[in-house]
């Protein structure tokens, strides 16, 4: 086995560690199925990956079958996730499938193209119905360099808008969920809770 991939499985695991032991549910099954994902992929044959590949395109299915949440394209092995703000499209799975990840990463900096044009023409629109009103529209003008971060803001919101529905699922309901603060300090507690046990088992064996 290459040293990277075994050395990637280590920190994986690591990493898995601590997000149980920090109670982070969300990013422990992301990070999780992520990585066993890719893990997988690195270390098995053709055949394999794209056994692999259709055994996790079909386990989402089943579970689109009962939340809808998303919908599946199977000869092309991409995922569909739906919701009324930003529809988002994986397919990073086509690398799995041979594709070059040149390829995949043009393809997604010419999707943000597409969406940077939407945000474009949407902003001279308004700019247009503006026109009645010279203060907000003089306002809204220096506004213009948000047309170039608005796919990345809504791809991060879907992302945020993922985890907290694995947390709703996966925690005890109440009126206030966790906020980001609070995970961060989890986090970094068990981290540092890790290195003190490291730093005290050196300092037992040095003693010997």
Known sequence: MNVKILLGIVIWLYGLSVLKRARLSAFYFIVGSAGLFFILTAI???????????AVIHGVALFSDITGWCSIMFKMGLVYIIN????????????AFGYSTVVVGLSYL??????????????????????????????????????LTLPLYMFLTAWIRL????????T????KMRGFTEEWQR???????????????YRRRKGK
């Open 110 to 147: 010419l999707i943000y193209s597409l969406y940077v044009m939407v945000g474009v023409i949407n902003f001279i629109s308004v700019g247009i119905l503006l026109k009645p009103y010279p203060e907000e529209r003089h306002f809204y003008k220096h506004l213009w360099w948000l047309t």
């Open 84 to 95: 009324s703000g930003n529809p988002v499209i994986m397919s990073i799975v086509l690398i």
């Open 187 to 201: 986090l970094l507690a068990v981290l540092r809770d890790d290195r003190r046990t490291i730093h005290n088992h």
């Open 163 to 170: 985890i907290g529905v694995i947390n709703a699922m996966t």
């Open 172 to 175: 005890q309901a109440t009126w």
């Open 44 to 54: 098995s044959r053709p055949y394999w990956v794209w056994f692999f590949t259709h």
